[in-house]
T-cell receptor, first 110, second 112 residues
Framework: DQQVKQNSPSLSVQEGRISILNCDYT??????FLWYKKYPAEGPTFLIS?????DKNEDGRFTVFLNKSAKHLSLHIVPSQPGDSAVYFC?????????FGTGTSLTVIP | KAGVTQTPRYLIKTRGQQVTLSCSPISGHRSVSWYQQTPGQGLQFLFE???????NKGNFPGRFSGRQFSNSRSEMNVSTLELGDSALYLC???????????FGEGSRLTVL
């Protein structure tokens, strides 16, 4: 049973435009969320996180938004670059276990 | 400092066989977690070990097992392999239980 869901398996965006990756979660008790990025033949690497006490966290071109009432978070990449092409996983850390989504494969077209 | 190392990187087995995968965590990390990645299922948690003790286990059958050694290195074993066990198996280490995860490159298992 997926605790964290990414309903878009893939996304294509033109270079320079905004990429928006979405994630929904089931349990309102979850309070810490992360995004990981994975290139082929490499392990996932941490990208950005957000705690439930905030509704936005920004790190350079990457911003994560959290809507607690909707149990929804999104990752915005602006501007998108070809090197951003990868699979993005959202995850929550309950303090006891990580739950990961199914991933969204982002392709940034030059 | 060296990252998480997983061996072997690729392997092919046949149904009914068993397999053992190895993971060497980042030096100083005492927690090792294992995940299975398959298309459409994302990263599914298998188990987490800390100081040689299994701290948490995901929803996988008993054919999946693991252990951790005193040097924090970990192995996972899958017995009586099934076609559906074909996946990328990822190991992650962290300093503390459920801490920030640092992943290895994975072991790609193909079951024929």
């Amino acid at each position: 049973d997926q605790q964290v869901k990414q309903n878009s398996p893939s996304l294509s965006v033109q270079e320079g435009r905004i990429s928006i990756l979405n994630c929904d979660y089931t349990n309102s008790m979850f309070d810490y969320f992360l995004w990981y990025k994975k290139y082929p033949a490499e392990g996932p690497t941490f990208l950005i996180s957000i705690s439930s006490i905030k509704d936005k966290n920004e790190d350079g071109r990457f911003t994560v938004f959290l809507n607690k009432s909707a149990k929804h978070l999104s990752l915005h990449i602006v501007p998108s670059q070809p090197g951003d092409s990868a699979v993005y996983f959202c995850a929550t850390n309950t303090g006891n276990q990580f739950y990961f989504g199914t991933g969204t494969s982002l392709t940034v077209i030059p | 400092k060296a990252g998480v190392t997983q061996t072997p990187r690729y392997l092919i087995k046949t149904r009914g066989q068993q397999v053992t995968l190895s993971c060497s965590p980042i030096s100083g990390h005492r927690s090792v977690s294992w995940y299975q990645q398959t298309p459409g299922q994302g990263l599914q948690f298998l188990f987490e070990y800390f100081s040689e003790t299994q701290r948490n286990k995901g929803n996988f059958p008993g054919r999946f097992s693991g252990r951790q050694f005193s040097n924090s290195r970990s192995e996972m074993n899958v017995s009586t392999l099934e076609l559906g066990d074909s996946a990328l198996y990822l190991c992650a280490s962290s300093l503390v239980i459920s801490g920030e995860l640092f992943f290895g490159e994975g072991s790609r298992l193909t079951v024929l």
